[in-house]
């Protein structure tokens, strides 16, 4: 579902813009004969190694640590003599039975750095930074789009704080938005929002580009916690899709704020459910698509804000730590810290032969921040970053096994806004209708997204095309996280956090 209640900040920014302690797990093991549960920690540190891959041997099963280093794993069809591989990258790959699982639930990593010359053909020492440059160059080599389907596991969890919310009612001749329907708006807008949302599917994915239909989703289920009723402002939502669908051909709508200005797009495709037809827990499965498409655009490494250390080499001062094998492929290990002007701060294993990011982990280094804009009554801040990516080398190509990235930031507006209907003529455009509202706000926000890629097929663009995306998917809310929702699927374990959060009442102001 759309964050319909966040409509007006969105446009806001449209506007002004213009695309502008850790968790242990209990002391005891789960001791029902279809669930086993455990934490992977660094044999030195004791520290948690997050996202660690786990895989039962000899079957096509496996699941990674959660970000606390925290997993679960379903047992039903296993017995005390199967094995578990626990395998992170840069750490000597364990086996353990699951019968000795069941002794103890704590998992210990060594870490293991090779010295380069035991690796290396040819003596002296590699340059880290052609080794970095040399990973965006071999991209596209390295990491071919294919027609495939994945069957995923992703998490979602968002956290919004308003501090400030108020919206003052200048004029409206759009008789659906007046102005007992704005004061509604800024009495009933959610304060505090959490939301977390588990999500497992398949998605199909098409290597034409050329194509008009590139990523299509297959919801197996999807379980979903929200803090928050927000039906009145699902209201409102459904009275702009009523606003813009009552648009001809020579019109459009625009929103405006002072001299910056940008069209509405409105899409052009065959009817859909409407909220009328739409039962309590469906939801549109085209919103929950472009949102995973959008997740999705971390994994290509072509976004030079979050994979800066890989496209703005001259920012940043890299280390070649040493080497290291993963799943028989030698890798450089190279650290990387900020200059005066880079941002993050991490570690990188790039294969040696092929020069493939198999696994990065970072984050902005201390007294870093992203972006920083405060002008015209605009006020945005990117607060924190820290990102993981893994992929898995498959014949010659290496495929997306999981992805892990969490993002906070700060944002303020103080400005008058305006939607407008247009027709357009020859000269001057008309003015059909209008709403004129003066928006002050302050919001602190985080988001955090895990994604593991549980199966990987290829599969001909015939099957592609055959498969048709359903209109609705259903959607299980819960007041509080429950693992029986989950048995007998492979997913990433819930935080503690998570299975203690409870949604909370709310009552609003008759």
Excluded: C
């Amino acid at each position: 579902m759309k964050n319909t209640y966040l409509f007006l900040l969105l446009i806001a920014i449209l506007a002004f813009v213009n695309g502008y302690s850790q968790s242990w797990p209990d002391s005891t093991i789960n001791d029902t004969v279809t669930e086993l549960k455990g934490v992977v920690l660094d044999t030195d540190m004791k520290t948690a190694l997050p996202y660690t891959n786990i895989y039962v041997r000899h079957k096509n099963k496996g699941v990674v640590s959660n970000e606390k280093g925290n997993f679960s794993i379903d047992i039903s069809d296993l017995d005390n003599t199967d094995t578990l591989r626990f395998q992170y990258v840069g750490y000597k790959t364990r086996n353990i039975t699951i019968g000795e699982l069941k002794t103890s639930s704590v998992v210990y990593l060594k870490e293991e750095i090779i010295n380069l010359s035991e690796i290396l053909i040819f003596g002296g020492n590699p340059d880290p930074v052609s080794i970095v440059k040399k990973v965006i160059e071999n991209k596209d080599s390295n990491y071919r789009r294919t027609t495939s389907k994945k069957q995923v596991f992703i998490r979602d969890r968002d956290y919004q704080d308003i501090d400030q919310f108020n919206i003052k009612y200048k004029k409206s001749t759009i008789a659906e938005l007046d102005r007992e329907m704005i004061a509604m708006v800024e009495e009933k807008f959610p304060k505090n929002f959490t939301s977390f949302t588990d999500f497992l599917g398949d998605l199909y994915f098409n290597k034409n580009q050329n194509d008009s239909v590139k990523f299509k989703i297959d919801p197996i289920r999807t379980v979903s916690l929200k803090e928050k009723d927000v039906a009145d402002l699902e209201q409102l939502e459904t009275i702009f899709e009523n606003i813009f669908a009552d648009t001809e051909e020579d019109e459009y709508w625009k929103v405006k704020s002072g001299i910056f200005g940008d069209k509405i797009d409105i899409e052009e495709e065959e009817p859909e459910p409407t909220k009328d037809t739409l039962k309590e827990n469906e939801r549109k499965v085209k919103y929950y698509n472009w949102k995973v498409r959008r997740q999705l655009g971390y994994s290509s490494l072509d976004d030079k804000d979050q994979w800066e250390f890989l496209h703005k080499t001259g920012k940043y001062k890299y280390t070649l730590a040493g080497g290291t094998r993963v799943n028989g492929e030698d890798v450089y290990i190279i650290d990387f810290t900020p200059k005066s002007s880079g941002h993050y701060t991490g570690r990188m294993f790039i294969s040696i032969n092929t020069f493939a990011l198999i696994r990065a982990d970072y984050e902005y280094a201390p007294g870093k921040t992203g972006r920083d804009i405060h002008l015209l009554g605009i006020g945005y801040t990117e607060t924190q970053f820290s990102g993981s990516i893994y992929f898995e080398k498959k014949e010659s190509n290496y495929n997306l096994k999981y992805f892990s990235f969490k993002q906070g930031s700060r944002a303020s507006i103080d400005r008058n806004v305006a939607l407008m209907k247009k027709r357009k003529r020859f000269l001057f455009d008309k003015k059909l209708k209008e709403l004129k509202v003066g928006i002050f706000f302050s919001i602190i926000m985080e988001e955090s997204i895990e994604y593991l890629v549980l199966d990987d097929e290829e599969i001909s663009g015939h099957q592609f095309a055959g498969f048709e995306q359903k209109k609705t998917m259903e959607v299980i809310y819960v007041d509080q996280f429950d693992d029986k929702l989950w048995q007998g699927f492979s997913i990433i374990e819930p935080t503690r956090q998570m299975k203690e959060y409870k949604k909370q009442e709310v009552n609003y102001k008759q």
